[in-house]
């Protein structure tokens, strides 16, 4: 297995929720990047209202 396969392998096993043990045992020491955290990163991110590059441009021109 290459340091690529392995990366990668990890990275779906993360995904799926899968942590390693060992890992997990840190969760309950401060690890804070769990795959909840990001569950709830991705809600909270969701629901704030985004700035597109039109609405900027028209608030430049309303300025004007």
């Known amino acids: 297995m290459t340091f690529e396969d392995a990366i990668k392998k990890s990275i779906k096993a993360f995904m799926s929720g899968k942590m390693p043990l060992k890992v997990a045992a840190l969760k309950e020491d401060g690890l804070f990047y769990t795959p909840e955290y990001f ?15 039109k609405a900027k441009e028209e608030d430049l021109e309303n300025e004007v």
């Open 39 to 53: 569950d709830e990163l991705e809600v909270e991110l969701l629901e704030e209202p985004t700035d597109t590059k």
